[in-house]
């Protein structure tokens, strides 16, 4: 079965997280990705190992179905090999810190020079523009300086990071919608263009309606927060588990109340009555404190807390059951532990057990995008340089004399490490 991306092929410079999770999706979507390392590797490859010698889960992860071929790009032969590929992909994928790629000689110009169809795209923690434009960005940096962490936790605790990496695979996302957008418009222009994607500016997008509220806020007070805010407050606060939206939720402990056994309960307009029924009987049913979803919000610390008294008696999963039954949006706080037993988790191919050559079985989280025509085939992440030879020669077309000739000259073994 032929794969949506199937025909393109991308450069792929990409290191860490932020850009690897790019283009392993497209991977997954059927383009030829060769990941084009230094000769040391992509520095995940040894970070945060478990088996000795073995690629990490930190870099199996997150470059699967990629082909590797490394390069030194600070050799004279090295950048003829990268001129060379630039000629025969569609895309080129970094994000190396700023200014990374002009030192190596390779501006955006420079690329589109060589080959003007291809896109160029880049992850960077700020932008190539403004006053950030020189600093270096990782995850937790981008859900600081993009309005994330000061909107999670509690009012009076610190700020939070989440676990979810909005900087890094969040940000991923956005690149890879930004060059499908670009590979589209090539149809039309035949030109490439260039990509660029902050990562500042995505976890501002993702933190998109936290900017609803603090414009909300020169207007009055938020009703649907618990915690309490007022007309002029400078700033969105954070507001705990609270839903933040239009219909009141929050997470309310089960039995037996460990650190994971809570059920997150949105109190849905349309749910109400049911729901007041099956926990509170009649009376709390018709009781005026709760009649309409302005008293729900404004005594909603007393609807947290029955909720909270009749989950007493149940497991998560026990008072999902119910809340079910009443059509009532619930989700029980899943661990990792859980997902990994989790038949649904399982049956839509979201646990994956693939194969390694050096740490043997593990799992990946699957392809989240489901084409009906072309569903994903996981397949396992490269070892340094395993292709090298394969892609100097079926891309390029060099016969091994060539081969031997560029190894003899160091076009790829490791450069002298950057400046301090
Ligand atoms: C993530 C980050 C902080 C890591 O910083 P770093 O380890 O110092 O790496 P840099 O990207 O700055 O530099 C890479 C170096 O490797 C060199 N290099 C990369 N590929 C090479 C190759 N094939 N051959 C030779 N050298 C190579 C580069 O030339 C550069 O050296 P230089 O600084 O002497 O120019 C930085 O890359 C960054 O800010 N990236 C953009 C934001 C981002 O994506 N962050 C999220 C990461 S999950």
Known sequence: MSQALEGFRILDMTHVQAGPTASQLMAWMGADVIKFEPPTGDATRGQLRDVP????????????????ITVNMKS?????????????????????????????GFTWEKVHAINPRIVMASIKGFGSTGPYAEFKAYENVAQAMGGAMSTTGVPDGPPFV??????????????????????????????????????????????????RDHQRLSRGPLPE?????????????RAGND??????????????????????????????????????????????????????RRNQAEVWRLLTA??????????MAVLNDLDVPCGPIMSTEDLADDEHVRGREMYV??????????????????????????????????????????????????????????AFTAPARKKV
């Open 310 to 319: 009749f989950a007493a008696d149940y497991t998560k999963r026990e008072f």
């Open 243 to 296: 839903s933040g939206g239009g219909q009141l939720g929050n997470a309310i402990h089960c039995k037996p109340h460990g650190t994971n056994d809570y059920i997150y309960v949105v109190v849905q307009e349309a749910v109400w009555e049911a729901l007041a029924r099956r926990i509170g009987g009649e009376a709390l049913a018709i009781d005026p404190r709760f009649a309409t979803i302005g008293e729900r």
């Open 225 to 237: 927060y618990s915690v309490h805010t007022e007309q002029g407050m400078p700033f969105t606060p």
């Open 353 to 410: 057990e693939i194969d390694h050559p050096k740490r043997g079985p593990w799992f990946n989280v699957g392809m989240p995008i489901k084409l009906s025509a072309s569903p994903a085939t996981i397949r396992r992440s490269p070892l340094l340089g395993e292709h090298t030879e394969e892609i100097l020669g079926d891309v390029l077309g060099y016969d091994s004399t060539r081969i031997e000739a560029l190894k003899g000259a160091g």
């Open 162 to 211: 989440t676990g979810a990496q909005i900087g890094d695979s969040g940000t991923g996302l956005h690149l890879v919608i930004g060059i499908l957008a670009a590979l589209h418009q090539r149809n039309s222009t035949g030109l490439g263009q260039y990509v660029e994607v902050a990562m500042m500016d995505s976890v501002m997008n993702l933190c998109r309606v936290k900017w």
């Open 76 to 104: 004279p032969e090295g950048k003829q090999v990268f001129t060379e590929l630039l000629g025969h992909c569609d895309v080129i994928m970094e994000n190396f810190g700023p200014g990374v790629l002009d030192r190596l």
């Open 53 to 68: 010698d073995a690629d990490s889960l930190y870099f199996t992860m997150l470059n699967c179905n990629k082909r590797s």
